[in-house]
Every structure is written in C-alpha cells, then in structure tokens.
C-alpha cells in the first residue's frame, strides 16, 4: 500500500499542476484573445477534468494510509509512530490526523473534495469557477508538494520493522477527538473556497455581486464547520484535560478562533455589498486575511511553532508555509493594487446610527479582537526574536481584553437588527428599542438580587461585574431578537389569519436568511450566558478514604470504593463516588486516571454529571502513595450545559439560513407602490 | 498488497486519469463574458428585494411614516434610473 499510496499522491501532484497550468493558459488566451492551436475553452475543460481527477488520486492515498492503519502495516514509519495492534477501531481513523503527514493528507484531500465539488457546478458561471477552480488548484499543488517531497505519509521505516507500533497519543483517545480534528479542518479547508471566487472575481473583475451570492453557501456550511470544530475542542479540552475549564487562551484554540473572527466578520459585511453594494475592499480583504488566518492556524498546529496541548507535531514544514503564505499575500496586494478601481463602493454610510453603520462597528470590533488574540500568539515568538527570551501571553491578558470586546459585539447583535438601514430617527430608536432597554434593566435588577455582587466587602470583583453586564446585555438581545420575530409574525398573522407561532414559523421559512441568522443570535446569547456562569466556579480537593466525604455546593460525595483496571491498551486507577444532594443519594460518578501501555502516557478521564443549572466535575488527580487513597478534584461550574446547547441552535440557525426561502403566492399581500417602478408581484408583497 | 502490485494499481490510476482528463468531448461549457445588461438585472433584484425589506419592515411597525417614506422614495428613484437604463440596453 506504501507504494500504491505513494504513486497516488504523486499523480495528484502532476494532475493539480497541470489543473493550474492549462488553467492559467486557457484564462490568459480568453482574456487576450490570442490565437492558439487548442480552443481555450476546450484546454479550459482539460484543466477542470484534471482538478477532478485529481480528487481520486488524493482520495486513492487517504485510503491507502486508512487500510495501512487496519492492517497495521508498520514498514509505513507514520503508521509506526502513531498506531498500535491494540487500538480500537475508531481511533484507527485518529491516527489519520494525529500526525503531521496525516494530517496534511487529510488538509489534501478535504481541499480536493471541495475542490471536487466546485468543479462538477462550474455550470453555475462557467468563467468565475474556472478562475476559482485554478486558484484552488494552486493551494492543492502546495499541499500535495508537501505530502510529496517533506512530509511523506508513506516513508518507509529504515532497520528491523518492530512487532507493534508506538499506539496514538492518549489525548487523542477519546470519542469527540475522532471528529474534531476533521470538523475542524473542514472549516480551515472550507475558507479556501470563498478566498479563491473572491481572488477570481477580482482577477476578472467580475461585474456585480452575485459571486458573494455563489459562495454564501460555502461560506456558511464552513462557518459552520469551524464553529463546531471549536466547540468540539472546546468540549474535549473541558472533558480530558481535567483543569475544569473549556478555554485556555491556548495559541493552537486561538489558531481556530481567528478566522472564526474574521470569517464572521465577512459574513456579517458581504451583507453589505450583497444588499448596497458598500465595502468591496473591506470584503474583499477579509476574506483574503481569513485563509491566511487558516494557513496560519495549520501551521500553528502542524508545524510546532508555538507549544500547545493542542499541537500534536512539531517538525520543519514551517519554512514551506511561510514562503507559500508570503506568495499567496503577495498576489492579493497585487491583484489588489491592479484591480482597485474595480471595487469602488455603489454607496456610503450616511449616519452612525443606521444598520450600515452598526455593520460596520461589528467588523471593527470582530476585527480589533482577531489583532489582540493574534499579538497575544505570536507575542512569544516576537519577544524570543526582539529580547532573547520567551515571553508567554497568559489567560489574564486576554480575558481582560476579549471580554468587554465580546461584550459590546454581543450589544451590537442586538442593536444592529433594530437599526433602519441608512438613518434612525429618533422616533423609530424609542419605538425598537423601548423593549430591549427594559429587558436590560429588569435582568440587571434581578441579577443582583439574586446574590451577584460586584462590589463586596469594599474589593471590586471583574468576574462578577461581567456575568451582570453579560447577563443583562443577553436578556437585551434575545428580547431584541423575540420582537423581531413577533412583529413579523403578527404581519403575517394579519396576512393569513393563522396563529403568532405559526405565523413565525412561515416568517422564518419565507426569509430563511434572516431569521436562521437571528436564530444564531439566540444561541450566541445562550453560550454567553453559560461563559459568564464561569464567575462562580468553586472547586474542593481532598483525599477520600473509603467513605470519607467531600462536599461542594449542595452535592456530597461518598467514596464507596477505589481500585484498579487494565486491558490490552491502558492500565487504570478509578474512585467510585456516590452523589449525595438534600441527603439522598442520587447518582454514582467514577472518575478515573489511565496510563496507556505502548506509550506509557497518562490521561485524566473526567466524571461528569450535568444539569441545566451546573456541572458537577469531578478529577482522579492521583494516589497519596503512603495509603493508596484516591486525591479527588471537584469542581462546581454553573451554566456550562447552556454553552453546548447554543451550539445546537447555531446549528439549527445556519441550517435554517441555508435553506432556501419559500415565495408567497397570496394575492392579498400586494400593496401599491409607485409609478415610477414597473410592477413585480414578488416586490408588492411586503413580506420577508 | 506487493510493491510490484502498488505500482500496477498506480499506474492503472494514472492511466484512468490521463484518460479522463484528455477524453476528447466537444461539448464543453462556453466561458460567456457577462454583460453590463446581465449586472444590472441582477442589481434590479437586489434592488427589489431592498423595497420588499422596507415595506415588510414599516408594515411590522419598525420605522416612522416619514422615514418609511423617505426611505421608500431613495430607493424607488434608484430602481428607476436602473430600469430606464435596462430598456435602453434591451432596445439597443
């Protein structure tokens, strides 16, 4: 299979070559109109025919490297490295992405599977997608240069093959790490495709808007691939790691974080183009800065620039990222600088308080806090370079940064849908945003008298002060957001006579765009809510002898046993607890330490019990090896199920979002406009 | 799997590849540069969807008479401008 798979990646390479080269070709002879022995369009053809093929030979190594996982074929040194026969099943599939040549196999096929797609629609523009699709196929010749000549997934093991592999890092060994990488660099990969259409219609000058209209489907199934990604890391950390919390500011969740940003950022302000046709540029540029974001993100992770808990390779790829990012940023500035005068806004904003305007701070604000997390990861490596010595950028630095930034983007969620496009008057502020304002207040006032309080025993606590103002702001925006929902669903309840509920439902079906997006709001808001449940974590060690007890909050834990484990992977230690709560016992939790046996590494697996209202976390920290006791850690984290469940309705929402909206027929919803416009039964509606 | 057999399977592959890269077909999508004519058509359906926005907007109670209005005519006079030019580009 080493073979086979070798070969495989090799004609990949020479079919993405060729992809860029007859492609590059054919749109040069079509924008000059040279004469040439072959018809530009029919090399045009070949180029896309190539990019396709080009997915099955990648597709050919990916299982070639999966099979050698399976089959254990340890003459394949990446196999070696990062498998072993007693492996289950499904982390057999890790092994792909736990290493550096697997991981970038895995970036190459991913790159070519959207690729593969792109190129099967190129109906849609044909000339557009053959600008995208070249472009694409440059990425690709990167990546599988790569996998070809310095990160080989197929190398060989030199010397005497060893009866079993060195087993996969034991981080890696649980259920979620089998799908967060790949979601993960489904969203990385995924941003490739908006970057080559934006790259492309630049190139072209593509006349109008509707490339944004081409890729917002991309842009969003990415977006959303991303956010899952982060949040399954986020889980995951939470879940293995046993610090009791989900975010560390650790440089490689920063990596993912950053063209989260700047991707929402685009998303929010194509928007603008699509609807005014304002920010061309600013679009334009952000979508250019959101790949390199992901180039960056790869190589933070693959490249071992900065250590992480997350990064599982470190090796010297680094030098090929840094000269294909500077390539890849220097042919923006060019395309840019040639092709400026192409991106002139149709429009401007005309007040600060007007829906543009509110567009507008979201990007800045999205973008002020990409910079401060991108100075804050790199701030190691350019104090190393200015002054000699590493110095670290800790949690402190961001939190005390991100957190009134993710405060005011939060304000801003809820403000910008109230706002009219291109001015507010002062009549329509009080009118929309009367609702909010009490919603705010009341949240606050309760808030503190439920027991939140900033200010005690004269010392100020930032923690608390943020969950009220975050609290209070979500309370803000969902009220915010519900009105929009009522408002447009009385309209249609006048329309079609049908109930509130039902009306909003046929609301959002008519204008999926909008009202999935406000659906994604809501989640935001909701995982907010569950962040600022972070100020009131409390936490409790001790020692449980054999009915020794523990308590915190209103749980008591009742050590009913410890003892020890093993199996063909791991040897392990575990603490078997009752959960006492009002003195009746409610369940039993067991948390547990493994060592796994090829690479003699420990792991924490953490017990968890969750409720709407908090998590119950408890850690096996260790033994006191003078009694063989158990050390137990647990931790009490209000509001952190509210985090996971806003993820499901952002994933909801963008479901929704994607879906195409549905046309009303109903004569009835016509009303008259003026003269000067011909008539358009879809424009007299008034509806969504 | 042999190496000998890897290499048969590879050199399938890139035989299959070729073929289906270089298959000689004449009917192949036409690259059709789009007109003046094409874009604004496409900003008259932005345009209108703009209008059907505000109109469903002011109707849920979001703007003020005036501003509606206002707001109703700017957008109006734009759809015109663009639609004169349409017919002028159709008729030409």
Redesign the interface.
């Known amino acids: 299979m080493a073979t086979f798979g070798s070969f495989a990646l090799l004609i990949a390479l020479a079919l993405a070559a060729y992809n860029l080269l007859a492609g590059g070709v054919a749109l040069r002879l079509l924008a000059t109109g040279q004469p040439a022995p072959i018809t530009p369009e029919r090399l045009a053809d070949t180029a896309r025919r190539a990019g396709i093929a080009c997915f099955f030979a990648v597709t050919a190594a990916a299982f070639a490297l999966i099979y050698s996982v399976f089959t254990n074929d340890f003459s394949i040194t990446y196999i070696l490295e990062h498998s072993n026969r007693a492996l289950p099943g499904a982390y057999k599939f890790s092994a792909m992405w736990s290493g550096q040549e697997g991981s970038l196999l895995l970036w190459a096929w991913l790159l070519a599977t959207y690729g593969f797609v792109l190129r099967l629609t190129h109906k849609m523009d044909v000339k557009l997608y053959a600008y995208a699709g070249t472009i694409l196929a440059a990425v690709q010749v990167f990546f599988l240069a790569i996998l070809n000549f310095a990160a080989p997934p197929f190398a060989l093991f030199r010397g005497e093959i060893p009866p079993d592999g060195n087993g996969l890092n034991p981080l890696l060994q649980y259920p979620e790490m089998v799908i967060h990488p790949p979601m993960l660099y489904l969203g990385y990969v995924g941003f490739c495709v908006p970057f080559c259409f934006a790259l492309g219609a630049l190139m072209m000058r593509y006349p109008g808007e509707k490339w944004i209209k081409i890729t917002r489907g991309w842009t969003m199934v990415t977006w959303l691939f991303l956010t899952c990604g982060i949040f399954l890391g986020m889980h995951w950390a939470y879940a293995v790691l046993g610090w009791g919390g989900y975010w560390g500011w650790d440089p490689v969740e920063n990596a993912s974080f950053m063209p989260w940003l700047t991707g929402t950022a685009f998303l929010h302000s194509v928007m603008m183009q699509e609807k005014k046709g304002m920010m061309k540029s600013w679009n334009v540029w952000l979508i250019f800065a959101t790949f390199l974001l992901t180039m960056l993100g790869t190589l933070l992770t693959r490249a071992g620039l900065v250590s992480s808990v997350h990064a599982f390779a470190q090796s010297s790829i680094g030098t090929w990222f840094y000269v294909f990012m500077l390539i890849v940023l220097g042919t923006c500035i060019f395309t840019y600088v040639l092709q400026r005068s192409h991106l002139k806004s149709d429009a401007h904003v005309e007040s600060l308080v007007s829906r543009e305007s509110s567009f507008l701070f979201n990007n800045l604000v999205l973008l002020v806090a990409c910079f401060v997390i991108l100075w804050g990861t790199l701030f190691p490596i350019l104090s190393e370079y200015v002054q000699g010595s590493k110095v670290t950028v800790s949690a402190p630095f961001y939190n005390a940064v991100a957190i009134p930034i993710g405060l005011f983007l939060l304000f801003l969620t809820g403000v910008g849908p109230l706002l009219p496009w291109r001015a507010a008057s002062l009549r329509a502020i009080k009118r929309n945003f009367i609702v909010p304002v009490i919603a705010f207040w009341a949240t606050a006032i309760v808030v503190l008298v439920a027991g939140d309080r900033p200010w005690h025993d004269g010392a100020f606590d930032s923690g608390q002060f943020y969950a009220l103002v975050a609290w209070s702001v979500s309370a803000a925006v969902f009220a915010a957001i519900l009105s929009e929902f009522l408002r447009g669903g009385a309209v249609i309840r006048k329309q079609t006579g049908s109930n509130l509920f039902a009306s909003m439902v046929l609301l959002t079906r008519r204008n999926t765009r909008r009202y999935g997006g406000y659906l994604i709001h809501i989640g935001v808001v909701i995982i907010v809510i569950g962040l600022a449940g972070a100020a009131f974590n409390r936490s409790q060690e001790q020692e449980l002898g054999l009915h020794d007890r523990l308590a915190i909050g209103p749980y008591t834990l009742d050590c009913v046993g410890f003892s020890d484990d093993s199996n063909s992977n791991y040897d392990s230690q575990f603490a078997l607890l009752d959960v006492y709560k009002g003195g009746k016992k409610q369940f039993q939790m067991s948390p547990e330490k493994r060592t796994y046996l090829a690479s003699q590494q420990p792991q924490t697996m953490v017990a968890i019990h969750s409720t709407l209202e908090w998590d119950l976390y408890v850690v096996y920290e260790g033994v006191n090896p003078s009694n063989g006791h158990p050390i137990i850690k647990a931790f009490l984290n209000p509001l952190v199920s509210w985090i996971w469940a806003g993820v499901l309705l952002i994933i909801f929402g963008t479901f929704i979002a994607l879906a195409p909206p549905i046309t009303p027929t109903t004569a009835a919803l016509r009303v008259p406009v003026a003269r000067t416009v011909p008539a358009e039964p879809a424009m007299h509606g008034g509806q969504p | 799997?042999s190496?000998t057999?890897?290499?048969i399977?590879?050199?399938i592959?890139?035989i299959?590849?070729f073929v289906?890269?270089?298959?000689p077909?004449n009917s192949?999508?036409?690259?059709?540069?789009?007109t003046?004519l094409?874009?604004l058509l496409?900003?008259k359906e932005?345009l209108?969807?703009?209008?059907?926005?505000?109109?469903?907007?002011?109707?849920?109670?979001?703007?003020?008479e005036?501003?509606y209005a206002a707001?109703?005519?700017?957008l109006?006079?734009e759809?015109?401008q663009l639609?004169s030019e349409i017919d002028y580009l159709q008729q030409a």
């Open positions: 799997m190496s057999w890897g290499m399977a590879g050199l592959l890139a299959a590849a289906y890269t270089f298959w077909e192949f999508a036409s690259q059709r540069q789009k003046r094409d874009y496409e900003r932005q209108y969807e703009n209008l059907r926005d505000l109109n469903f907007e002011y109707r849920a109670g979001k703007y003020p005036e501003d707001q109703r005519a700017v109006e006079s759809a015109a639609l």
